[in-house]
Nanobody
Framework: QVQLVESGGGLVQAGGSLRLSCTASGRQFSTYGMGWFRQAPGKEREFVARIRSSGNTYYADSMKGRFTISRDNAKNTVYLQINSLKPEDTAVYYC???????????WGQGTQVTVSS
């Protein structure tokens, strides 16, 4: 496993943007996939996006268009850009490491995103 630390959350007005960051400890960051999930109050955690070691990206259907996942292997960091934020985007956002397809073995502590209307 690796240690993952998210940052970049906060309180933002609807229509604004945020860029979340997730930095991983250890080596070989470039060799594994990374993903973002979110959990809203009273709801189950849901998949947002993944980025493969190749750089290929995939999004949940409901997340296409306003969410962009990217990575900087030199910084051991994966990002999630969220534009045109809506109150329903309010959630704790988590990053995770994907060791095989849809098998996530390391999770960050989460970063809170709150969108006011």
């Amino acid at each position: 496993q690796v240690q993952l630390v998210e940052s970049g959350g906060g309180l933002v007005q609807a229509g604004g943007s945020l860029r979340l960051s997730c930095t991983a400890s250890g080596r070989q960051f470039s060799t594994y996939g990374m993903g973002w999930f979110r959990q809203a109050p009273g709801k189950e955690r849901e998949f947002v996006a993944r980025i493969r070691s190749s750089g290929n990206t995939y999004y949940a259907d409901s997340m296409k268009g306003r969410f962009t996942i990217s990575r900087d292997n030199a910084k051991n960091t994966v990002y999630l850009q969220i534009n045109s934020l809506k109150p329903e985007d309010t959630a704790v956002y988590y990053c995770a490491r994907e060791i095989r397809y849809d098998l996530w073995d390391s999770w960050g502590q989460g970063t809170q995103v709150t969108v006011s209307s």
